[in-house]
């Protein structure tokens, strides 16, 4: 039991360059989400999906697109990234039945 | 739309004592979830304490308890006999449950505990 994993751990990307941030869970869980955290700011809501299928936009959509085609994993891309875009990142899933939060461990992602 | 405020950036405690970091959301919901995490310098988020807004009992895990007031939209941590493992950044998180599963967090209270 994996648990939540994130790759890759570290990237470093000049701007404009695309990206896509992978993310899966092998809990059988419905919702997952995506967070960006940045000093001062906490963590922030890219976008969460609460089931295969669908996506709904958070805090700070803008500049990322993600894609949840099965229930297992949920991926953050970035199309064109930008200085403003450097962070660490988290995904996340929930367990509706336990009502518990798994977090993956996180990419530290700069944009030169 | 949900917002949640954590209004002191930084916190400091000596250890053994009981330090309280605040927090307060904005919601129309009526039934939603609470949450405080932890966060050490390893990044990694360790759940302290969760409250579901029906229940009027306030939680409690161990040294962690929290006092929610549902109608003020208040959910403050205390945190007693304070320890040297306790330092780290605390976030206060909610969540509309029911099929959508919406999860916001707040921007963080560094705690340092001192010896």
Redesign the interface.
């Known amino acids: 039991n994996a648990g939540v994993t994130q790759t890759p751990k570290f990237q470093v990307l000049k701007t404009g360059q695309s990206m896509t941030l992978q993310c899966a869970q092998d809990m059988n869980h419905n919702s997952m989400y995506w967070y960006r955290q940045d000093p001062g700011m906490g963590l922030r809501l890219i976008y969460y999906s609460a089931s295969e299928g669908t996506t709904d936009k958070g805090e700070v959509p803008n500049g990322y697109n993600v894609s949840r085609l099965n229930k297992r994993e949920f991926s953050l891309r970035l199309e064109s990234a930008a200085p403003s875009q450097t962070s660490v990142y988290f995904c996340a899933s929930y367990d509706r039945v336990n009502e518990k939060l798994f977090f993956g461990s996180g990419t530290q992602l700069s944009v030169l | 739309a949900q917002t949640v405020t954590?209004s002191q950036?930084e916190m400091s405690v000596q250890e053994a004592e009981t330090v309280t970091l605040s927090c307060t959301y904005d919601t129309s919901e009526n039934n939603y979830?609470l949450?405080w995490?932890k966060q050490p310098p390893s990044?990694?988020?360790i759940?302290v304490i969760?409250q579901e807004a029906y229940k009027q009992q306030n939680a409690t895990e161990n040294r962690f308890s929290v006092n929610f007031q549902k109608a003020a939209k208040s959910f403050s941590l205390k945190i007693s006999d304070s320890q040297l493992g306790d330092t780290a950044m605390y976030?206060c998180a909610f969540?509309k449950?029911l099929?959508?599963?919406?999860?916001?967090?707040?921007?963080?209270t560094r705690l340092q505990v001192f010896p």
């Open positions: 954590q950036p979830y949450f995490y990044r990694q988020m759940l969760r976030f969540m449950p099929g959508t599963d919406k999860l916001i967090f707040g921007t963080g």
